[in-house]
């Protein structure tokens, strides 16, 4: 069975610096991988995807995601934190032709001013 | 477009209590619908999810059972909550037959069970 590792459960970033987010799966085949963002109280949402093709892929809201094979890892980035980016935010991953998901536990981002 | 609703957005409920948390979704025929709870720290963790009316898949033994009455209907329900019910529900559907379809959630509901 797949899983997912988010090994920061909190990270503090200041507004207009860059962010990372790791993500790391377990699966024996290249999954299907998902980053999600969820506000205070609120459902999920699809921030980027990564089913096949070029490793980087783009998301809404400037976020950035990169598939490296090698490290099982799948990791969101933003060049420059707003301090609307404040959110839990979830990895994701699905065996191909999936009809569930796997989460990770979530990282807490926090933006400082 | 389609949409997904889910009611109520919050619910206090005593232990011992039945639970009825429902779930819709408009604009879309035949969905794959899906129960996550939220417990804190804990991430998201799959209840049951259905490919078609009256399609339960259960992926956690426990307290709760879902039923799909019609296409786009989606309901969460107990017999007797337990105190370990409380969490943050959320219920998610996704276009059957497209494997590159991301799960669209809803808002939630919170439950908290005293």
């Known amino acids: 069975a797949q899983s997912v590792t988010q090994p920061d459960i909190h990270i503090t970033v200041s507004e207009g610096a860059s962010l990372e987010l790791r993500c790391n799966y377990s699966y024996g085949a290249t999954p299907y991988l998902f980053w999600y963002v969820q506000s205070p109280g609120q459902g999920l949402q699809l921030l980027l995807k990564y089913f096949s093709g070029d490793t980087l892929v783009q998301g809404i809201k400037g976020f950035e995601a990169e598939f490296k094979r090698s490290q099982s890892s799948f990791n969101l980035r933003k060049p420059s934190v707003h301090w609307s980016d404040a959110a839990e935010y979830f990895c994701?991953?699905?065996?191909?032709?999936?009809?569930?998901?796997?989460f990770g536990k979530g990282t807490m981002l926090l933006v400082s001013p | 477009s389609q949409t997904i609703h889910q009611w109520p957005a919050t619910l206090v409920q005593p232990v011992g209590s039945p639970l009825s948390l429902e779930c819709t979704v408009e604009?879309?025929?035949?969905?794959?619908l899906y129960w996550y709870r939220q417990a804190a720290g804990r991430g998201l963790q799959l209840l049951f999810y259905?490919?078609?009316?009256?399609?339960i898949s259960s992926e956690v033994p426990q307290n709760l059972s879902a039923s799909r009455p019609q296409d786009r209907q989606f309901i969460l329900s107990s017999k007797k909550l337990l105190l370990s019910d409380s969490g943050f529900y959320l219920c998610a559907w996704t276009v059957p037959g497209t494997v590159n379809s991301p799960l669209h959630f809803g808002n939630g509901t919170r439950l908290t069970v005293t």
């Open positions: 604009g879309t025929s035949n969905p794959n």
């Open positions: 259905s490919v078609g009316i009256g399609q």
């Open positions: 994701a991953v699905a065996p191909q032709g999936y009809s569930t998901l796997t």
